[in-house]
Nanobody, 117 residues
Framework: QVQLVESGGGLVQAGGSLRLACAASTSIISIVNMGWFRQAPGKQRELVASITRTGDTNYEDSVKGRFTISRDNAKNMFLQMNSLKPEDTGIYYC????????????WGQGTQVTVSS
């Protein structure tokens, strides 16, 4: 079972930036489809950004043009978040993008992002 550790969250004012990091316990991130997920208060977890094993990226409409997903090697993935808005507030998680099937790995603790207005 792959273990995931998210980091980089914090409290930021609207318009600010944060860079989230996801570290996997094994060298696998570059050979699977991965995603960043957000769980806003009182809402279900949703996929906001994804990157395929071939490097193609996709974004949920509300974050397009502001968020950038990337990876630097087989163990680390990032989410650069710019022009943050209060509605970006939530706990951010990384995991497999399973829209094409399969099951996610165990969820990590996530990293809290809070954007103040």
């Amino acid at each position: 079972q792959v273990q995931l550790v998210e980091s980089g969250g914090g409290l930021v004012q609207a318009g600010g930036s944060l860079r989230l990091a996801c570290a996997a316990s094994t060298s696998i991130i570059s050979i699977v489809n991965m995603g960043w997920f957000r769980q806003a208060p009182g809402k279900q977890r949703e996929l906001v950004a994804s990157i395929t094993r071939t490097g193609d990226t996709n974004y949920e409409d509300s974050v397009k043009g502001r968020f950038t997903i990337s990876r630097d090697n087989a163990k680390n993935m990032f989410l650069q978040m710019n022009s943050l808005k209060p509605e970006d507030t939530g706990i951010y998680y990384c995991n497999l993008d399973t829209r094409a099937g399969g099951r996610t790995w165990a969820w990590g603790q996530g990293t809290q992002v809070t954007v103040s207005s």
